[in-house]
């Protein structure tokens, strides 16, 4: 590869002129004419290298193609039909836009054809280890049927990225496009992690630089795909334009703006992506989006108890289904993420093969499919909250149905529930980094000195702004559902948000109304509240002004 050094040996004295020359190479190296355009209906008429197309045109790519963005969500939301293979081509695409934008903008970073390919191949594979229904499986199915295993779709993710390497023969391909390996494999794969493989990095700069790809000077590159340190990176802006657009929900976040004043500063020892002092606004506005679209789509009761029974299902299904992997192998739902020949067959189309089966032993699985196609779901019973300073613990998720099943309300109850009838669904609201403000991680320049760095607090912004940035969600269902075991199930619950001092439930005075009075705090009325009609108070006003005139006439 051409470097500065040949250049100069070559007799180009000037460095600026030695600039303009690699960064000429680098535009016809990454701009070649056998690039191919892709219609997207979120970022238009966008063009992928040949290499990236290479890459797209595989069997563990085209395999995206059959699994959801939002997994069950599309149950409710019918707009919700899209895959992780068209997010995969405009994440690469945003990749690509985010790294020029900074190599044209900042020759002296010296980013190569090299560098802007190898975020791209990043982008575009970042999700290729995923399971059916998206995080469904690696949330929900994985955890229950491998629970001595700690697995996560980005681990599958580097698996499938060296298969699909070896079985189509594209270390040649990827050489003759001026990659150096296996350094920058390398490299792509600690991009699709988002964390090192071997070390473990502060983020100071004042450690030993824990990756292998590239070297400290171009760290801000690892900032692009899948940012660990603020959270702002290309994925996320992607699946809010595509996921609002096909949810119908508004999306509140411009990221061509952050492209426009996208700027890799010196912080410490090290360099980060930055952007304007005055775009912090929208950058709460980014992850304020993130915290609506998880509300009203991710988390939605209704997608939340479909996912349940989708992943019930399917750990029923698992023993029972055969999935052919290398050698002939025979691997099941759970076993086939040991190997990638038989994870490539596994998509959300194992919801049609169970529900189409023929076999016996699969009739209990088929029977809670055909239910989530005729909605006769579990029935939802509430929804409450725990304090900040009592949220519940991970070790104490699973011993929840059986502490509401364990409640005895003051009331008589006509049936009598198990912890098998309940569902229990702990859901984490935050804005990605837990209680931290994610803000705080990010670095801003002034118009006045772009190359010195400065950091926002949040009272620097706004008065408006959340105080706390992590919130517990306890969702509750009863899997059955005649109105006798729905009544139980519903005051067992509001009497063990008592015992627990968690929030009322919202419909609590309607489902309960001889229990929610016992909790005092509950029905302390709200002094700024006003529930009174004007009318009524003026009429009132009028009436006492009425009597106390009549009472001075008898004074």
């Avoid at 100071?204 to 660990?228: C, Q």
Wanted: aromatic share 8%; with cysteine.
């Amino acid at each position: 590869m051409l470097t500065q050094r040949d250049l100069e040996k070559a007799g180009v004295s000037i460095l600026g002129d030695r600039l303009k020359l690699i960064k000429c190479i680098n535009t016809l190296w990454q701009n070649p004419i056998d690039a191919k355009v892709f219609n997207d209906p979120i970022h238009g008429h966008i063009e992928m290298h040949p290499l990236l197309v290479r890459i797209i045109d595989t069997p563990q790519f085209q395999r995206l193609r059959f699994i959801k963005q939002l997994g069950g969500v599309y149950f409710v939301y019918p707009g919700a039909s899209h895959n992780r293979f068209e997010h995969s081509i405009g994440v690469a695409h945003l990749a690509g836009q985010l790294v020029k934008a900074l190599c044209g903008r900042q020759p002296e970073l010296q980013i190569n054809h090299r560098d802007i390919l190898c975020v791209q191949i990043a982008g575009l594979c970042h999700d290729l280890g995923h399971g059916p229904f998206s995080h469904l499986f690696d949330g929900k199915f994985i955890p229950l049927t491998r629970k001595d295993l700690k697995w996560k779709h980005e681990d599958a993710s580097l698996a499938m990225f060296d298969h699909l390497i070896d079985t189509n023969g594209l270390e040649v391909v990827l050489l003759s496009y001026g990659l150096v390996l296996p350094e920058d494999v390398k490299f792509i794969k600690e991009q699709i992690q988002g964390r090192p493989t071997e070390g473990n990095g502060a983020g100071d700069g004042s450690e030993a630089w824990p990756y292998k790809g590239r070297t400290r000077e171009k760290g801000f590159l690892y900032e692009i795909v899948a940012n660990k340190r603020s959270g702002i990176d290309v994925d996320k802006w992607d699946y809010f334009a595509r996921d609002c657009h096909h949810l119908g929900i508004r999306n509140n976040f411009d990221f061509e703006r952050f492209l426009k004043f996208a700027r890799v500063c010196e912080v410490g020892k090290r360099k980060h992506i930055c952007t304007r002092d005055k775009e912090v606004g929208d950058l709460y506005n980014m992850f304020h989006t993130r915290n609506t679209l998880h509300r009203r789509a991710y988390q939605h009761r209704v997608g939340n108890i479909i996912g349940c029974m989708i992943t019930e299902a399917m750990v029923l299904a698992d023993p029972h289904i055969q999935i052919s992997g290398a050698g002939g192998k025979i691997y099941t739902i759970s076993t086939a993420i040991d190997d990638m020949e038989a994870y490539t067959k596994l998509t959300d189309n194992i919801f049609e093969q169970i529900l189409y089966s023929s076999k016996p032993e699969l009739w209990e699985a088929r029977k809670i499919l055909n239910n989530v196609l005729c909605r006769r779901l579990y029935k939802w019973i509430g929804q409450t909250q725990p304090a900040a300073e009592a949220m519940i613990e991970q070790e104490e998720f699973n011993e929840l149905a059986n502490q509401i099943a364990a409640v005895a309300p003051s009331t008589s109850l006509e049936v009598k529930l198990g912890p098998e009838d309940f569902i229990v669904n702990v859901v984490q609201m935050d804005y990605g980094m837990a209680e931290k403000d994610p803000i705080n991680k990010v670095r801003f320049y002034c118009k006045n000195n772009p190359n010195r760095t400065i950091k926002i607090r949040k009272d620097q912004v706004s008065q408006l702004l959340p105080e706390r940035f992590t919130e517990q969600l306890i969702q509750v269902y009863c899997k059955k559902s005649d109105d006798q075991s729905l009544q139980a199930a519903r005051k067992q619950f509001v009497q063990w948000c008592i015992n627990r001092d968690f929030t009322k439930p919202r419909d609590g005075d309607i489902v309960a109304p001889e229990l929610t009075p016992l909790k005092p705090d509950w029905n302390n009325s709200d002094g700024d509240s006003d529930d009174s009609d004007p009318w009524d108070e003026l009429q009132s006003q009028r009436q006492a002004n009425s009597h106390r005139s009549l009472a001075k006439a008898f004074d």
